[in-house]
Antibody, heavy 117, light 107 residues
Framework: QVQLVESGGGVVQPGMSLRLSCAASGFTFSSYAMHWVRQAPGKGLEWVAVISYDGSNKYYADSVKGRFAISRDTSKNTLYLQMNSLRAEDTAVYYC??????????WGQGTLVTVSS | DIQMTQSPSSLSASVGDRVTITCRASQGIDRFLNWYQQKPGKPPKLLIYTTSTLQSGVPSRFSGSGSGTDFTLTISSLQVEDFATYYCQQSYSSLISFGHGTKVDIK
């Protein structure tokens, strides 16, 4: 079955960087666009970024544009989110997700990022 | 970008009640609308995708309907385990977006 396992979260100071990973299995990773979605404590779900199936197209929420970079390594079936210039408001649980248009989405369990001095 | 407006933002209901949550898209999204349930400390759980397809293992008391811009999630007879927050999400655009959530609590 589909498995998405995020890792790389932790506590970082404002202005620092962090890279999240999402290991995918149980489906043809190279055929699907992949997303990062986050949820700040006590808040709703916020889409962060998407990368096309082949990595050729990437789009970002305005709140992270210019600071975050999404990428994928098909040889490792892994999705990444490079987060630079982190701010307190980036504190959230980060989920990776596959959200096909006409099929059931799949989500990971999430990894917590805390930005605090 | 497509904005998703969910209502109500919260509701109180009793076990056995019929509950309806609505979601409106800022533009037509065909039937590319998903519903999630989330409990504290847990990731979102998929209930329904493409408006009305029940995810495997989800009880049949959950149902979804709609098309275009207006969608509905219905719980036919609320159970104790259904007290949670519910989110709609459009997958029409590559830039997916979510409603702000509806918290269902005990009356």
């Amino acid at each position: 079955q589909v498995q998405l396992v995020e890792s790389g979260g932790g506590v970082v100071q404002p202005g620092m960087s962090l890279r999240l990973s999402c290991a995918a299995s149980g489906f043809t990773f190279s055929s699907y666009a992949m997303h990062w979605v986050r949820q700040a404590p006590g808040k709703g779900l916020e889409w962060v970024a998407v990368i096309s199936y082949d990595g050729s197209n990437k789009y970002y929420a305005d709140s992270v544009k210019g600071r975050f970079a999404i990428s994928r390594d098909t040889s490792k079936n892994t999705l990444y989110l490079q987060m630079n210039s982190l701010r307190a408001e980036d504190t959230a649980v980060y989920y990776c997700a596959s959200v096909p248009t006409t099929a059931a989405p799949d989500w990971g369990q999430g990894t917590l990022v805390t930005v605090s001095s | 970008d497509i904005q998703m407006t969910q209502s109500p933002s919260s509701l109180s209901a009793s076990v056995g009640d019929r509950v309806t949550i609505t979601c409106r898209a800022s533009q037509g999204i065909d039937r590319f609308l998903n519903w999630y349930q989330q409990k504290p400390g847990k990731p979102p759980k998929l209930l329904i995708y493409t408006t009305s397809t029940l995810q495997s293992g989800v009880p049949s008391r959950f149902s979804g309907s709609g098309s275009g811009t207006d969608f509905t999630l219905t719980i036919s007879s609320l159970q104790v385990e259904d007290f949670a927050t519910y989110y709609c999400q459009q997958s029409y655009s590559s830039l997916i977006s979510f409603g702000h959530g509806t918290k269902v609590d005990i009356k």
